[in-house]
């Protein structure tokens, strides 16, 4: 659901300043995080997420980190 998302971040300069295809959302530098202040990261490759967790433990309120990659994960779902 694109309204639901409010920001993209990607780690790729070549991508910042872009927007994604069919949602329209702006390609922000994860440099912004702080300045944002999201309630929830959210994640779509598990190999990254210590890595978001560990870039965001300073931030406060300290953001919610999920990975997310399949249409459940996005709505909440638990997995084992």
Known sequence: EPDRVRVV?????GKWG???AGA???IRPPTEVGADAPATILVT???YRAEVEAATRAL????AVRVVG??????????A
């Open 70 to 79: 399949r249409a459940d994960d996005a709505l909440g779902a638990s997995h």
């Open 9 to 13: 971040y990607d780690v790729n300069p």
């Open 45 to 47: 490759n598990p190999a």
């Open 60 to 63: 406060t309120p300290r953001p």
């Open 18 to 20: 872009a927007f994604v």
């Open 24 to 26: 329209g959302h702006e």
